[in-house]
């Protein structure tokens, strides 16, 4: 009875841990969020602080920005407007875009490569 309890145990705690490290797949048809990389409707309004965990960013003009970020939010946001920009020490942008009524921030390494944060 003991092994079988320590067991179930062992095999809850796994699926666990596992299932911890999986992140969804990013969804580039969707509106941007405030929170992560294209991912879902909901945009949350762009009032979060530029001080990130990875830094702190700082405003930069949008003709400052690689073409390679702005060709990807075309790509992945034809409609989308950018409204502001920052960078970090670590040449990763946030960018404050609008679409169409909703507004939210996206986050992209200076490769064009979209971050989750």
């Known amino acids: 009875m003991k092994k079988l309890i320590l067991s179930a145990a062992i095999v809850l705690g796994s699926l666990t841990t596992m299932s911890a ?24 309004p762009a ?20 073409a ?7 790509k992945a946001y034809p409609d989308a407007e950018l409204t502001k920009a920052y960078v970090n020490d670590k040449k990763e942008y946030k960018l404050e ?11 992209a390494d200076e490769t064009g490569k979209w971050i989750q944060k």
């Open 68 to 74: 390679a970020v702005t060709e990807s939010l075309k």
């Open 21 to 44: 490290q999986e992140t969804p797949a990013q969804d580039q048809n969707s509106a941007p969020t405030e929170q992560t990389t294209p991912a879902t409707d909901q945009a949350a």
């Open 47 to 66: 009032t979060e602080q530029a001080t990130q965990t990875t830094g702190v960013y700082n405003e930069v003009k949008s003709e400052e920005v690689p």
């Open 97 to 107: 875009v609008k679409l169409g009524d909703k507004e939210g921030a996206l986050y």
